[in-house]
């Protein structure tokens, strides 16, 4: 089960290209060597990966910075053909959950949250537009109001 996890998130690493290694090789690898077997739940569940891959620093919560860092990092993966904008293809394209693409409720939500990103509705999605909106749901998700995000509240910000 580990084995394939790591295979599958070395698989997308691969997939969205040289700007996701060079952004997220520290998070990446800081998160899946060293925080496995933190005990913090099930550490194999996909909500979790994801959350040691955004919490760069390790210390078990998603801070404002780290959740921006890593929303400029997946925009650049997206951003297949560089051109600073992400289309509704290469948002759709790009699975950031390793379950994600075999789930078509899963598939519609998220491209329903495309418009939503697109704020000045131009069909496509900016770095700015993109990254306001991991801001945005940053703050919805931080339930508590501490500014950092723990797990759980990671998972109600993800799913
Ligand atoms: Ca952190
Ligand atoms: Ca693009
Ligand atoms: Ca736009």
């Known amino acids: 089960m580990l084995r394939k996890l790591a295979v599958t998130t070395l698989a ?6 040289l700007a996701f290694a060079q952004g997220m090789g520290g998070g990446m690898g800081g998160g899946m060597g060293g925080g496995m077997g933190g005990g913090m739940g099930n550490p194999n569940a996909p909500f ?3 959350f040691k891959a955004v919490d760069e620093n390790g210390d078990g919560f998603v801070s404002q910075a780290e959740m921006t860092t890593n ?9 297949a053909d560089g051109s600073g904008e992400i289309t509704m293809e290469e ?6 959950n390793p379950d994600g693409g075999k ?3 899963m598939q519609q939500r998220k491209a329903d949250r495309f418009p939503a990103m697109d704020t000045d509705s131009n069909g496509q999605v900016s770095k700015a537009e ?3 909106r ?5 703050a919805a998700a931080d339930v508590s109001g501490d500014g950092r995000l723990d797990p759980m509240e990671f998972r109600g910000h993800a799913e």
């Open 91 to 96: 948002y759709m394209t790009v699975r950031m």
């Open 48 to 50: 979790m990966q994801r």
């Open 134 to 138: 991991a801001a945005a749901g940053f």
């Open 103 to 105: 789930n078509p409720a």
């Open 71 to 79: 929303a400029e990092n997946v925009f650049l993966a997206m951003d």
């Open 12 to 17: 997308l690493a691969t997939l969205s290209g």
């Open 130 to 132: 993109f990254v306001n």
